[in-house]
């Protein structure tokens, strides 16, 4: 079975830390993102990663950036941490190709809460 | 952009009986998905659909598409008390890199 780990499952942080949030799997995916999750909001992808050192951008990257230096780790990185990034965030990776094998593998979330 | 849109928000019903979730989406599809969602966990994949396929099946899950009128609906048939959950749609787009976008999902509470 896939399995994406996420470091923490709860975070708690100071406005104006550098946070980092850590997500690994081990299943050889190419593609890994990051996603954050509101109440009525659903999922916003934040960054997406289709292979080592190489990232896109999202749909709401302000305030964030990402390393991916080894294939199965995949880093959010909030710069200056504010209250407004208290969320819920998500990891998921997926294999190459597109289609059928476009299925994301989840982790089970890092609950993030900025004071 | 949200591209899914779920409906109802939240559903209500008793075990045994039948549970239906509609998504409404945007633009051209390759394929629509369903995810489900614990409380406070990550999503699971249920099903996914393809384009050019009008039903599929899995287990006590019908899902539907209908390309026409952009939209979805997932069938969860005597239903229990542990399909309490969040239930997603997500859209792989054409043209998107195959990026999924998510709806904001239906909260399903099944009671005894």
């Known amino acids: 079975d896939v399995k994406v780990t996420q470091s923490s499952r709860y975070l708690v942080k100071r406005t104006g830390e550098k946070v980092f949030l850590e997500c690994v799997q081990d299943?050889?995916?190419?593609?890994m993102f990051w996603y954050r999750q509101d109440p009525g909001l659903g999922l916003r992808l934040i960054y997406f990663?289709?292979?080592?050192?190489?990232?896109e951008k999202g749909d709401i990257p302000e305030g964030y950036s990402v390393s991916r230096e080894k294939k199965e780790r995949f880093s959010l990185i909030l710069e200056s941490a504010s209250t407004n990034q208290t969320s819920m965030y998500l990891c998921?990776?997926?294999?190459?190709?597109?289609?059928?094998?476009?299925?994301?593998?989840f982790g089970a979330g890092t609950r993030l809460s900025v004071l | 952009s949200q591209q899914g849109e779920e409906d109802p928000q939240a559903l209500s019903i008793q075990e045994g009986e039948n549970a239906t979730m509609n998504c409404s989406y945007k633009?051209?599809?390759?394929?629509l998905q369903w995810y489900r969602q614990n409380s406070g966990r990550g999503l699971v994949h249920l099903i996914l659909?393809?384009?050019?396929?009008r039903e599929k099946h899995s287990g006590r899950l019908r899902v539907t598409l209908d390309t026409s009128k952009k939209s979805s609906s997932l069938l969860i048939t005597a239903s229990r008390a542990a399909d309490t959950a969040s239930y997603f749609c997500?859209?792989?787009?054409?043209?998107?890199?195959?990026?999924?976008?998510f709806g904001t999902g239906t909260r399903l509470q099944v009671t005894l």
């Open positions: 998921a990776s997926r294999p190459r190709g597109g289609g059928a094998k476009n299925i994301q593998y």
């Open positions: 299943m050889d995916h190419e593609n």
């Open positions: 990663s289709y292979d080592v050192k190489m990232k």
């Open positions: 633009t051209s599809i390759n394929n």
């Open positions: 659909i393809r384009s050019n396929e």
């Open positions: 997500a859209t792989d787009a054409t043209g998107t890199a195959s990026k999924l976008t």
